[in-house]
Structure formats: structure tokens, C-alpha cells
């Protein structure tokens, strides 16, 4: 019980704001689909929506745009969960880098603008940040060949002429708004939970093949300093390893991003997906539960960078089961 009241508290979203009421957002391309069992993960193109007022003329769509991730969360059980657990991780990184010009609890519109100033395309953190929480009335898809052909045939054609009859450009057309928090109460099943993450283009994966190729041993350096960083914020990531390769080693949601600042080429690991991960609360117990994360990690890169198995020895059993 006392774990759960403590996942609650750290669950709080007094730094990830509800921006749907904010802003429109149209899908770029697909990077995971779900099929309605896990989470959608989307490349979005956002920009500011102010929601019209009683008595007043609607005022025009923002011409501030960004390009982030949209995580949809389709409703069930295992979704809930990994939906809470994202949460209340990225709550707990975002308190990490919070300063004193992070915008006031209350204050939906400067945290707007926070997540336009923190769109960018390179990793400020060794995570990508969490923009804010929306909710979107279904799951959004790519647009087709077709959906992109005609939309730039009717922007050059419009472009061509004049501006539409609303004094909005055409792109316009394919901007969707984001849902309500509840969604229409005779269909519940329709809105889904979502949140926007810094899209973090051109990430490697970081696989056993990537840690032998680097003799230097920098990228398992990184791996653990980032692995360290996450427990001082006491989250615990917990899906690391890639369990259906074993006795094979294999990783997941560890990548890598280059930079070329000032002309020199630099890695740096990006640690993705908190589903899984659970903020903790420091005590001597939860301490041991993170050293042997790390001490786990550290033992299967020296071992994939040795080109070993993540076992010595394999039981008869294990032998049977792998033949099939």
C-alpha cells in the first residue's frame, strides 16, 4: 500500500500540463502502431489553437509550429498503467530541470509557450522531454499518398488565388484539434490519453554490435552515467533489455543522438519509453533495488562488448527449450 500511495504523490502533473485546450496538431508520419492493444507513437506537427470566446470573433490559429511526438494510450488496463507510469516518471524529470522561470502551476498558456521553447532538435536532457498531456478523441493515423497529394494540390491552388474564405491557409485543412479530457460520456472508449515528448530525429539504436564496435567504451560510459542519472531522480527505468533475444544480449529504448556542435561530431545516449518505469522513494530498500539495475546493466555490457552470452552456462533445460 505504502508503495502505491508513494507512486500516487510522485504522479502529481504539476509540471506536465493539459495543453489540449492550446493547441491543433496534424500527423507526419508513424514511428510505432499499437493496434489498439499498445501505445501509438506519432511524429505531429503542432501549433497554438486559442478556443473561441462567447461574444468574441474567433481568433486565427497561431503561425508558431513545432514538430514533436505524439504517445497516444488506447483505454485498457496495461495501457492505464503504462500511461500513469509515464507520467509519473517524466513528472519527476521534469522537477529535475524545473528553475525559477518554469511556468506557475496554474498557468496552461506559459506552459504553451514552454513547449514550443522546448521543441528543438537536440536532446537538452538524455531523455526526450515531456511537452505536456492531451487527450485525443481517437487513434490519429498517418495521412496517406493520396491525403498528402491533394492537400498540396489544394494549397497550390488556393496559394494561386487568394486565401480561403476563414483567412486560414489551406494547410489548415488537415489541423485537428485535441479532444476533451472526458470524451462524450455514451462513447468513454473513444478518447484516449496522450502525451507530446521532443522529437529527437535520426536516434540509432544501441545494440550488442554498437558496443563492439566502440573500442573506446564510450557508449557503455554513457549508458551507465545515464542509468546513475535516473536513480538520483529515483526512477527506475526497468525495461532495458530486450528479454525474447536471451541468452543472446540484446537492448532496447537505448539509443543514440549525434550532434555536430561547433563541427565536432558527438554521441550521446537517449534513454526512451518510461511505460514500464516506477519513481521510488529513496529508501534503503529502493537504493538496493537501483544499485542492482545498474550493477545488472554494467555486467551485460562488459558482457556484449566481450561478445558473450548474458549467461555462462546454460541448463539442459534451457538448451531444450532453445532447439525448439
Given at each position: ?31 510505432q502502431s499499437g493496434r489498439d ?77 514552454q513547449a514550443f521553447d522546448a ?206
Open positions: 500500500m505504502a508503495g502505491t500511495k508513494r507512486k500516487l504523490l510522485a504522479a502529481e502533473p504539476d509540471v506536465i500540463h493539459d495543453l489540449g485546450d492550446k493547441l491543433e496538431y496534424r500527423v507526419v508520419s508513424a514511428i492493444k499498445k501505445a501509438d507513437v506519432l511524429v505531429v506537427e503542432i501549433r497554438q489553437h486559442s478556443p473561441p470566446q462567447p461574444g468574441r470573433r474567433p481568433r486565427q490559429p497561431g503561425t508558431r509550429t513545432g514538430t514533436c511526438v505524439l504517445k497516444t494510450f488506447p483505454r485498457n488496463v496495461q495501457n492505464d498503467t503504462a500511461y500513469a507510469n509515464e507520467l509519473a516518471a517524466n513528472t519527476a524529470l521534469a522537477r529535475s530541470i524545473a528553475s525559477s522561470t518554469a511556468p506557475d502551476d496554474d498557468d496552461d498558456n506559459d506552459a504553451c509557450q521543441i528543438s532538435s537536440a536532446p537538452s536532457e538524455a531523455w526526450p522531454r515531456c511537452l505536456g498531456r492531451v487527450h485525443v478523441a481517437a487513434a490519429p493515423s498517418p495521412p496517406t499518398a493520396r491525403t498528402r497529394t491533394r492537400t498540396r494540390t489544394r494549397t497550390r491552388t488556393r496559394t494561386s488565388t487568394s486565401t480561403s474564405t476563414t483567412g486560414e491557409s489551406s494547410s489548415s485543412i488537415s489541423w485537428t484539434r485535441f479532444s476533451s479530457d472526458t470524451g462524450s460520456p455514451d462513447q468513454p472508449q473513444k478518447t484516449r490519453k496522450g502525451l507530446l515528448f521532443e522529437y529527437l530525429p535520426g536516434l540509432r539504436a544501441v545494440t550488442a554490435a554498437t558496443l563492439v564496435a566502440d573500442d573506446s567504451g564510450a557508449v557503455a560510459d554513457g549508458i551507465m552515467r545515464t542509468l546513475a542519472r535516473l536513480h538520483a531522480l529515483n526512477v527506475l527505468h526497468r525495461d532495458h533489455v530486450h528479454h525474447a533475444m536471451w541468452p543472446a544480449i540484446g537492448f532496447c529504448n537505448l539509443y543514440l543522438y549525434t550532434s555536430e556542435a561547433g563541427g565536432e561530431k558527438k554521441q550521446k545516449v537517449v534513454v526512451l519509453d518510461f511505460g514500464g518505469a516506477l519513481v521510488l522513494a529513496g529508501s534503503e530498500r529502493d537504493q538496493r533495488t537501483m544499485a542492482d539495475e545498474r550493477e545488472r546493466m554494467r555486467d551485460l555490457l562488459e558482457r556484449a562488448r566481450g561478445q558473450r552470452l548474458a549467461v555462462d552456462h546454460l541448463s539442459n533445460e534451457a538448451r531444450k527449450l532453445l532447439r525448439g
